[in-house]
């Protein structure tokens, strides 16, 4: 009862999850795998997401050009600069992994170079047509699936066969060589700092319970150039618009502020105005008993009035954003 049986996993979650999730597991500071089955569960959905990505970037209708060629890094956008950057440092460090016998390091950092910054921020920024985002696509995909496959081989074999390709078979294709592969650091920076605004943006949505199809306006300084403007849209399912003030600011990006739509602000406010009343309320009735005031200690007694007063200092602010708000919209 204290072993596997891997044919079970297979039939569960198909050959390429299973060593997939059970290398993820494999560390060299102990010999004792403690396994854990989800690990097959979530290489599965990772194979999914590879799967679907190869989808996406075969649907490109200006079709894909020869395998590993990368347009003069002059024409590069922003995102297909900071992609490479990534790849570069991930094909680095998976191979120093794989030199050590590190190979649950290297599956790992496979699986979050591909799904979180390849899938979900790079095919998303690919979504602003540009004339070298399909020669990144798949370079980038070609590459990954190179280092993915003594891990798993079937899936890689498909999608590398599906992909533009020297050679017969994935087996004999080379490892993919970081000295050929353009970084840009500069443009590396700003990329970060823009998903960090966009991180930002999506923890305001988060708060306001706004659904991802609800459209939030961005203030934005006027010095935030077009092509970060297009991508700060396209990752937030925002809006910009610029800022009246002519101020000038050191970092474009963390200046941009959030405005959410009216409606949402005036339900949230309304709501939260409920709850206030409702708490001061409360404490004042509280603070009203003869009772509770004599009977308690001084510094309880103290610490409910603190309380009352934070309370209609909370209310009193929210009053005042939930009449700017009607004010606006009249």
Known sequence: GNVIDPLEL????????????????????????????????????????????????????????????????????LADRWIL?????????????????????AADLLLEFVWYEYCDWYLEASKIETPTRSAVLSFVLNAAVRMLHPIAPFVTESIWQALPHDGETIVTASWPDADEIPTDEIAT????????????????????????????????????????????????????????????????????????????????YAKELVRLDGEVVRLERKLANEQFVGKASPDVVAKERRKLADYEAERALVRERLAAVQAEDQ
């Open 189 to 268: 920076s700003t990329y970060e700092r823009l998903r960090a605004a966009v991180g930002r943006i999506r923890d305001v949505r988060s708060e306001l319970g706004l659904a991802p199809r609800e459209r939030l306006t961005l203030e934005v300084p006027a010095t935030l150039d077009r092509e970060l403007r297009a991508l700060l849209e396209q990752h937030a399912g925002a809006t910009c618009v610029e800022r009246p003030s002519a101020a000038v600011v050191d970092d474009p990006l963390a200046a941009v502020g959030v405005r959410a739509p009216a409606g949402v602000l005036r339900g949230r």
């Open 85 to 105: 950057t990534r790849l570069n440092a991930t094909v680095r460090a998976v191979s120093a992994a794989l030199d050590t016998f590190a190979f649950g390091v």
């Open 10 to 77: 297979i039939a569960k979650y198909g050959a390429d999850a299973t060593r997939l999730g059970i290398v993820r597991q494999m560390r060299l500071e102990s010999q004792e795998l403690r396994f854990d089955e989800r690990y097959c569960q979530k290489s599965r959905e990772f194979n999914t997401k590879m799967w679907n990505a190869l989808l996406y970037v075969s649907s490109r209708p200006e079709g894909l050009p020869r395998a590993n060629v990368l347009p003069a890094k002059e024409r590069l956008s």
